[in-house]
C-alpha cells in the first residue's frame, strides 16, 4: 500500500482517488499522527498545504527517518518541505502561479516522466516557489515560469513536483502517478472490487467468528453494501433493521424491504411511522426536527437491538470520507454526533462496531456493490438525507404533507426515470413550501400549496450546480403534479447552485 501524509490540502483526497483508480491501495494519515511504516508500505507521497514553509507553525514530516528507506513522492507543499528541510531556498513567487502551465524541459530518461510528452500540461496552484535546489537535487522538469517544476534527489527514490498531477488538468498527471507508483515503488495493481470482497469478507469472518452483529439500513448504498459483505461473511449471524420513519419516499419502505430480502438479508421493517409523526408534532424549526427524528430514531433501533439476544457488535456504513472527516488535519468535527451523548449512550452504541467500508469512497462502494450483484435499482439510487422528507416540508411535519409531498415527488421521479435523466443527476427531489398561492381550475378559484423541483449535479454534495432540464419535461412534470395532487396548484423549479444556496432548502 501507499500512505499519503495529509499537509491539509483540499487536494488530498483527490490524490488518493486517483491512486485507487490505478487499483492500488492507500491510505491518508494527518501529518501530525503518521502511522508506524511497516513492510506492506511501498512508499509515501506528501500533500500540498495551506501553509507556507516559511510560516513557524508549518506542519512538519520526519524525512530524514524516511529519505532513502522508501520512494517518497512530494507535491506542492510536500516538494517545498522536502527542499527547504534540505537547505533548499522556498520564497514566495514573483508571477501568479495558478492554472495551467506547460513544461517547458524535461530531463532525458527520469523514471518519473517516463513516457511523457514535452510541452505537456500541467496545473499550477501555488504561492511559494522553490528558487533554488541543494547540489544533490536534479532538475528533471520546468515551465516558463517555475523553474524547479520537478526535481529528483540523486541516487534517491525522493522526488518533488511542484504542480498537481491529480488534477485532471495536469493532463498526463496519472501516468506520472502510475510511473511513482508501479516503476519506482513496485506496486501491483491489483487492489480491485474483487480483490477487495475477498479480503474483507474473510478478515470479517476472522473478525467476527459466531458473533452476532445489529445493523441498521437506511435503503441507501451504503449501509445496503455493508449489510451484504457481513451476510456473506457471517449469514444470519447479521440482523438487520429497517425502520420506516414515515418520511420515505412513495412506497419506497415496502420496495426496499422486499428487495432485501430477495439479496437474502434477514431483514426486520419496523413500522414506526407514528412515533415519528408524534416527535415531529409543532415543531417548525429543522435543525429541532432532525434532533428529533434522530432521537427517535435511536429509541426505536435501541428497543429492536434489544430483542436480539446476546449482540455484540453493531454494523455500520461508514465510508472513508467520514473516516478522513473524523481525524482530518482540522480536527475531529465535534458537532455531528452531539445529540447521541445526551443523557448517555443507548445500549446499542456500547457495542463493538465493525465498518467494512470504511477504507472506500463513494464510487468505490458502488463498484464493489456491483460485484456483489446488488440491484441496480439501490446502487443507482440518488442520495437522500437521514431525516427524509422531513426537511423537504418547511415548517411543520403533519402526516397530510408527507402524503402529497410523496404523491408529487412520485410524479418528478418517475418522469425523470422514464426521461433517462435520472442516472445523469446526481440528486433530485420537491419541497413542499409553506406557502399558498392563488390558481384557478375550471370555474373555481384554487388557494392551496407551492412545491419546488430540486435537481443538482455534484461529485460530492459539497459543491453542485442546478441541472438545466429540458423545458418541455418540466412542463410535463408540472401538469401531472397540479393535475393529479390534489392541494398542489404551482410548481416552480429551484435555479440556485450550491454555495451560496445548499442543496436542500432546510
Ligand atoms: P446540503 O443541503 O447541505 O446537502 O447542500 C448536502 C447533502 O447532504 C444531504 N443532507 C443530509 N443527509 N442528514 C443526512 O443524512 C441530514 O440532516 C442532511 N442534510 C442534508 C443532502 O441530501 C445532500 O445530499
Same mark, same amino acid.
Given at each position: 500500500?501507499?500512505?499519503? /501524509? ?57 524525512f530524514a527517518r524516511h529519505h532513502r528507506t522508501l520512494p517518497i513522492l512530494g507535491v506542492c507543499y510536500g516538494a517545498q518541505y522536502i527542499a527547504h528541510y534540505n537547505a533548499g531556498e522556498v520564497s ?8 495551467r502551465a506547460n513544461l517547458q524541459y524535461i530531463a532525458d530518461g527520469n523514471p518519473l516522466f517516463k513516457e511523457i510528452?514535452?510541452? &505537456? ?36 527514490? @525522493? ?97 426496499? /424491504? ?69 481525524? &482530518? ?116 378559484? @384554487? ?10 449535479? &455534484? ?9 438545466? /432540464?429540458?423545458?418541455? /419535461? ?27 444556496? @445548499?442543496?436542500?432548502?432546510?
Amino acid at each position: 500500500k501507499i500512505l499519503i /501524509l495529509d499537509f491539509g490540502s483540499q487536494f488530498t483526497q483527490l490524490i488518493a482517488r486517483r491512486v485507487r483508480e490505478l487499483n492500488i491501495y492507500c491510505e491518508i494519515h494527518p501529518f501530525n499522527n503518521f502511522p508506524e511504516v511497516d513492510s506492506t508500505v511501498k512508499g509515501i507521497i506528501l500533500s500540498g498545504s495551506p501553509y507556507s514553509v516559511r510560516q513557524a507553525d508549518a506542519p512538519q514530516f520526519d524525512f530524514a527517518r524516511h529519505h532513502r528507506t522508501l520512494p517518497i513522492l512530494g507535491v506542492c507543499y510536500g516538494a517545498q518541505y522536502i527542499a527547504h528541510y534540505n537547505a533548499g531556498e522556498v520564497s514566495p513567487s514573483s508571477t501568479r502561479e495558478y492554472g495551467r502551465a506547460n513544461l517547458q524541459y524535461i530531463a532525458d530518461g527520469n523514471p518519473l516522466f517516463k513516457e511523457i510528452p514535452q510541452h &505537456s500540461q500541467v496545473w499550477m496552484s501555488h504561492a511559494d516557489t522553490i528558487q533554488n535546489v541543494p547540489a544533490d537535487f536534479e532538475i528533471i522538469a520546468s515551465t516558463d515560469s517555475v523553474r524547479v517544476a520537478a526535481y529528483h534527489i540523486k541516487d534517491t527514490q @525522493t522526488f518533488g513536483i511542484q504542480f498537481h498531477p491529480e488534477v485532471t488538468h495536469s493532463i498526463d498527471g496519472k501516468q506520472l502517478l502510475q510511473n511513482f507508483l508501479v516503476d519506482i515503488c513496485g506496486c501491483a495493481q491489483d487492489w480491485t472490487p474483487d480483490s477487495f470482497i475477498e479480503t474483507t469478507i474473510a478478515s470479517l469472518k476472522d473478525k467476527l467468528g459466531d458473533d452476532k452483529v445489529v445493523l441498521g439500513l437506511s435503503g441507501g448504498v451504503d449501509s445496503s453494501v455493508a449489510a451484504v459483505l457481513l451476510h456473506h461473511a457471517i449469514g444470519k449471524n447479521l440482523y438487520c433493521i429497517f425502520v420506516d420513519n414515515g418520511l420515505l419516499r412513495k412506497d419506497e419502505f415496502e420496495s426496499v /424491504l422486499e428487495s432485501y430480502k430477495h439479496m437474502g438479508l434477514n431483514v426486520k421493517g419496523v413500522d414506526a411511522k407514528q412515533r415519528f409523526y408524534d416527535a415531529l408534532e409543532g415543531l417548525s424549526d429543522p435543525e429541532k426536527k432532525r434532533k428529533a427524528i434522530g432521537r427517535v430514531f435511536i429509541e426505536v433501533f435501541d428497543d429492536e437491538a434489544h430483542q436480539v439476544q446476546d449482540v455484540k457488535w453493531l454494523g455500520q456504513g461508514t465510508i472513508y470520507p467520514d473516516v478522513i472527516e473524523s481525524v &482530518s488535519v482540522k480536527g475531529p468535527s465535534a458537532t455531528i454526533k452531539s445529540h447521541h451523548n445526551v443523557g448517555g449512550l443507548p445500549d446499542f452504541m456500547k457495542l463493538k462496531v465493525v465498518e467494512p467500508l470504511n477504507t472506500l469512497f463513494k464510487d468505490e462502494v458502488r463498484k464493489v456493490g456491483k460485484a456483489l450483484g446488488i440491484d441496480a435499482n439501490i446502487l443507482g439510487r440518488h442520495p437522500f438525507p437521514g431525516p427524509g422528507l422531513a426537511i423537504r416540508i418547511l415548517g411543520e411535519v403533519t402526516p397530510e404533507k408527507v402524503r402529497i409531498l410523496q404523491e408529487a415527488d412520485a410524479i418528478y421521479i418517475n418522469n425523470l426515470r422514464s426521461a433517462g435523466v435520472y442516472d445523469k443527476v446526481w440528486q433530485a427531489g420537491t419541497i413542499f413550501l409553506p406557502v399558498q398561492s392563488v390558481g384557478v381550475m375550471g370555474d373555481e378559484r @384554487t388557494y392551496e400549496n407551492v412545491v419546488a423541483l430540486r435537481a443538482v449535479e &455534484s461529485v460530492d454534495g459539497m459543491t453542485a450546480d442546478w441541472c438545466h /432540464l429540458p423545458y418541455d /419535461l418540466l412542463a410535463k412534470i408540472s401538469n401531472e403534479i397540479i393535475n393529479n395532487v390534489k392541494g398542489i396548484n404551482r410548481v416552480v423549479y429551484d435555479i440556485s447552485s450550491k454555495p451560496p444556496a @445548499t442543496i436542500e432548502w432546510e
